[in-house]
């Protein structure tokens, strides 16, 4: 069983920054995949960066070069640091941690946080 626990939202000026915590019991975060995902009211959640157990690292065309994903294997942690932010960039953030058991994919949702961008 692994259990997510998302931190570090809140309300942002436009350019400013936020750096969002995944922090990961249960399981080791370097042995599973974890996704960010975010989702605003009426809108679908839409992945915006993923770091997989190997290390490779994605990101969507929206945040590629302004969002960073990183891995802490002593705290057992992924963050999203999200800088230059956008008012688009509202929304709420959700960490996602997938294991691979029988060749299938087992998924686990932290909790989520609000991330805020005033214009």
């Known amino acids: 069983q692994v259990h997510l626990v998302e931190f570090g939202g809140g309300l942002v000026q436009a350019g400013g920054s936020l750096r969002l915590s995944c922090v990961a019991s249960?399981?080791?975060?370097?042995?599973?995949?974890v996704t960010w995902y975010r989702q605003a009211p009426g809108q679908q959640r839409d992945f915006v960066a993923s770091?997989?157990?190997?290390?490779?690292?994605y990101y969507s065309d929206s945040v590629k070069g302004r969002f960073t994903i990183s891995r802490d294997d002593a705290k057992n942690s992924v963050y999203l640091q999200m800088n230059s932010l956008k008012p688009e960039d509202t929304a709420v953030y959700s960490c996602?941690?997938?294991?691979?058991?029988?060749?299938?994919?087992?998924?686990?949702w932290g909790q989520g946080t609000q991330v805020t961008v005033s214009s």
């Open positions: 770091i997989s157990s190997g290390v490779s690292i």
């Open positions: 996602n941690g997938r294991r691979w058991v029988a060749g299938r994919p087992i998924d686990y």
């Open positions: 249960g399981k080791s975060v370097s042995s599973i995949d």
